[in-house]
């Protein structure tokens, strides 16, 4: 597993990260149940694996998933060494309160329920929640983190969205370290670019998150009709059907070949890959490492 500077930060992360969204046990979203075993027994097996990248977030699943984890951590009696854990400010549950205190309140609830009492890296997430003039202005969320690092109780600031020309925005302010951006640099969807050159070019690690696209670019158009959560468009779905006619014939499994499209890009430091279960490491780990021709790459349409 290769390691990779983390822009300027300092840290030393793994290329794969476990996203844990999926361990908050949100049925609705995802489809399926997590009981919170399985999800404990998940993130002890990353402590005990090659990966030393854990994303959560302070409302996944009204704060399941960060508990979960501070059960693993708990277990461990605390973060192995030289484990980066990175969670993200909310809003108040059912409010669009982001204020700068909110952000205050949200990293207190998280070390909590990590039962930790230091952050590596913190997001802003989903800064579309609130507006930019409010986000920059005095006594907002940007300046709450600012002096969060200040104070030591976290490490690193970034910023955790999906608009890229939004995300593009909170970057000029020169106040992030990391940008994490989700469904948009994909083998379907390549809409992330100008950002993430935007980052590379100002020493801003780049975090691509959901490289699956919500599960149509593992199990195919024909299983899973939708892209990013969304109902897929027709162009969507014939464009994923030839990308799996090409992955055929090299004997590449699909997911497979979405994750090393990620993998293999430079500009990425890291790709979150949610993870539901212990044997889910295993399988990515497998996916990560699996042989793909370099014709393949030229045979993909668009890629």
């Not at 897929?232 to 464009?239: F, I, N, P, V």
């Not at 055929?248 to 997911?255: G, K, T, W, Y």
């Not at 090393?260 to 490492?289: C, H, K, N, Y």
């Amino acid at each position: 597993m290769r390691h990779k500077e983390l822009g300027e930060t300092g840290l030393s992360v793994t290329e794969l990260c476990v996203g844990t969204s999926p361990l908050a046990d949100m049925a609705v979203l995802y489809g399926y149940d997590v009981p919170e075993q399985r999800a404990v027994d998940t993130i002890l097996r990353t402590f005990d694996g090659p990966i030393n990248f854990l994303d959560t977030s302070n409302n996944y699943g009204n704060g399941n998933s960060e508990r979960r984890i501070g059960e693993a951590i708990a277990a461990r009696s605390g973060v192995p060494a030289g484990f980066c854990v990175a969670t993200k400010v909310d809003p108040l549950p059912g409010s669009t309160d982001f204020s700068g205190s909110r952000v205050y309140a949200s990293v207190s609830e998280s070390l909590d329920r990590l039962r930790i009492d230091h952050l590596d890296l913190v997001y802003l997430h989903d800064p579309e929640r609130t507006s930019f003039a409010d986000a920059v202005a005095k006594g907002g969320p940007i300046e709450a983190l600012t002096r969060l690092r200040q104070e030591g109780v976290i490490g690193h600031i970034g910023v955790a969205g999906g608009p890229p020309d939004l995300l593009m925005r909170y970057l000029q302010t020169e106040s992030f370290e990391v940008v994490l951006n989700h469904n948009r640099f994909t083998l379907i969807d390549r809409s992330d670019e100008p950002l993430m050159d935007y980052a590379v070019d100002h020493q801003i690690a780049f975090v691509n998150a959901a490289p699956y696209g919500g599960g149509i670019l593992v199990k195919g158009a024909a299983a899973q009709p939708k892209y990013a959560y969304r109902t897929a468009t027709r162009e969507t779905l014939a464009r994923v059907a030839a990308i799996q006619e090409v992955c055929d014939r090299h004997a590449v499994p699909l997911a497979a070949a979405a994750l090393q499209f990620s993998l293999r890009d430079p500009r990425v430091t890291s790709t979150v890959v949610g993870m539901s279960a212990p044997q889910r490491i295993e399988e990515t780990l497998r996916l990560s490492s699996w042989p793909i021709p370099e014709q393949l790459w030229d045979e993909l349409p668009g890629v």
